[in-house]
């Protein structure tokens, strides 16, 4: 297992590397973060925002949480989605769940899980939605399709917001899309879900 020490000899090794690719990165990179992309998806480590979409640091702002779920109890969340938006002027939202996610998967399932259930409930309420569709699917299937109809739910969240409600009527530019990743092969799927206006 890496210790403390490893991370720090490992983060010297990175920042070695990009200054003697591109001598003056980490001074432009301080200077200003201008991202056109928000990016709402899964803290699964499997799902490194900026690796995946081949983006630099400073590229793109990234929110994340169990499921990429987009509640509108969460401060955290929607205070995410305001700066992006109000300050950083985002053209895009990106919300990106992944196949194989543990927090859809455990959302159905019948075992307690602890404190994360309260949060998982969403994604149940997201199958209650969508029933008569996930019940004929069963394995990986079920579990894909659900992921993939969570991302559509996030969507319309964030399209719902405040922040994106007054945004549009401002004549913002900016649109909402929703992403699904495949760990197996490393491809974004477009659900085809993309919101640009109320």
């Known amino acids: 297992m890496p210790t403390l020490k490893q991370l720090f000899e490992h983060n ?101 899980h602890g404190l994360i259930d309260n949060w998982l409930r969403h994604i149940s309420d997201v199958y209650r939605f969508h029933k008569d569709e996930l019940a004929q699917l069963s394995g990986d299937n079920l579990t894909n399709r659900l992921c993939e109809l969570n ?11 405040t922040t994106l409600i007054n945004a549009w009527a401002a004549n913002q530019n900016i649109a909402v899309h929703g992403f699904v990743y495949n760990l197996h092969d490393g491809i974004l799927k477009d659900l085809k879900v993309s919101i640009s206006s109320s």
């Open 151 to 161: 991302v559509v739910e996030q969507v319309a969240n964030v399209a719902n917001t």
């Open 12 to 112: 010297k090794i990175w920042a070695d590397k990009i200054t003697k690719e591109q001598p003056d990165f980490f001074d432009k990179l301080s200077q200003q973060q201008s991202p056109e992309y928000l990016w709402i998806g899964c803290s699964d480590s499997r799902v490194p925002a900026n690796e995946l979409l081949g983006m630099l640091p400073g590229e793109i702002f990234v929110h994340r949480n169990i499921a990429n779920q987009v509640i509108h109890t969460d401060l955290n969340c929607l205070s995410v989605i305001q700066y992006a938006v109000e300050i950083l002027k985002v053209k895009h939202i990106i919300v990106c769940g992944h196949y194989g996610c543990g927090g859809v998967a455990a959302s159905l399932d019948d075992n307690q």
